[in-house]
């Protein structure tokens, strides 16, 4: 069966020059690959914690009261907390979970954004007149306090941060995906495909969006660190992940009484959250480049 094309849709050879042009710009921006390989080191991490750690019960809730506030040494890499625990393994260990809760927010948000953006824009007038108003109650609050508001409802707990974040963060997604919907709907791609008898939700879902991935992409890539930053937040006023889960944002407060004469107790989780967003934005700069033909250096 021969395979179906757009009528205007670039041909194969220029696709794949603007694909070798894009990963050109990746391999050549430095702090695109800083990024990418800190990013897979990160993941090296997550997979394999719970076996390199030197004290994985230290994440179960072990107390070692003769040990607490222990300076970094040659045991304890990155010190002991208030009840003796280890922190380098619960530092490693919790980056699984930071890992968890940015891909299951990221995905929730952008799941419900696209959708109320996309049908938004396509349909338009009333119905994107309703779907807008109520995006932009969303935006009217600031995330975060939202988020902290929607959370509370719920109850704490690391599922609860979850979907309180994913439910005040999709507003952004809702309106980049308008943007786009709005500009590819009159193409004359999309024409062809209403000529031939293809539904909206065809047309919409199957020909309209594929072409619209590569800015949601790139903002799933540079928000996937504000998402791991906001649940830390949340985590760090007690409604996260409860003890002795290994989470970051919980173990920066666990820290905050000690601060600074315990620096230590406190810096390295901090340090964890730096590394896990800025290498998320540097990847999201360098996949700009990637997938935006127009992007030149």
């Given amino acids: 069966m021969a395979e179906t094309v757009h009528p205007l849709a ?3 050879p220029a696709r794949f020059e603007n694909l070798r042009r894009g990963l050109y710009r990746f391999r050549r921006n430095p702090l695109s690959m800083i990024g990418l390989i800190l990013l897979i080191f990160i993941l090296i991490i997550a997979i394999t914690a719970p076996y390199i750690v030197p004290f994985p019960e230290d994440a179960a809730g072990r107390v070692r009261a003769t040990a607490r506030l222990t300076p970094p ?11 003796g625990r280890d922190i380098f393994s619960r530092v490693l260990m919790g980056t699984g979970l930071a890992l ?3 891909v299951v927010i990221i995905v929730l948000a952008t799941s419900i954004g696209v959708t109320v953006g996309a049908v ?6 009333w119905v994107d007149d309703l779907l807008m108003r109520i995006t932009d109650i969303f935006l009217t609050v600031p995330a975060l306090i939202l988020a902290i508001a929607v959370t509370a409802a719920l109850g704490k707990g690391i599922t609860n941060v979850m979907i ?9 997604f809702a309106r980049l995906t308008r943007s ?6 009159e193409e004359p791609f ?3 495909a209403r000529g031939i008898g293809a539904g909206s939700l065809r047309v919409l879902f199957r020909h309209i969006l594929p072409n619209a991935l590569s800015p949601i992409i790139v903002k799933m890539s540079t928000d996937f660190g504000f998402a791991v930053l906001n649940a830390a937040a949340l985590g760090f006023i007690g409604l996260g992940a409860q003890p002795p889960t290994p989470e970051w944002g919980a173990m920066i407060n666990d820290g905050r009484a000690y601060f600074p004469q315990r620096w230590w107790v406190a810096t390295f989780p901090g340090m964890a959250i730096f590394i896990v967003v800025f290498s998320w934005n540097l990847l999201g700069d360098g996949l700009r480049d990637l997938l935006d033909p127009r992007a030149r250096r």
């Fill in 164 to 172: 309180g974040i994913s439910l005040v963060w999709w507003p952004g």
């Fill in 100 to 102: 968890q809760v940015g």
């Fill in 190 to 192: 999309v024409e062809a």
């Fill in 10 to 12: 670039p041909p194969r």
């Fill in 120 to 125: 938004a824009g396509y349909f338009g007038g």
């Fill in 180 to 185: 786009l919907v709005l500009s590819l709907r």
């Fill in 73 to 83: 040494n040659e045991t304890f890499y990155f010190g002991t907390d208030h009840v």
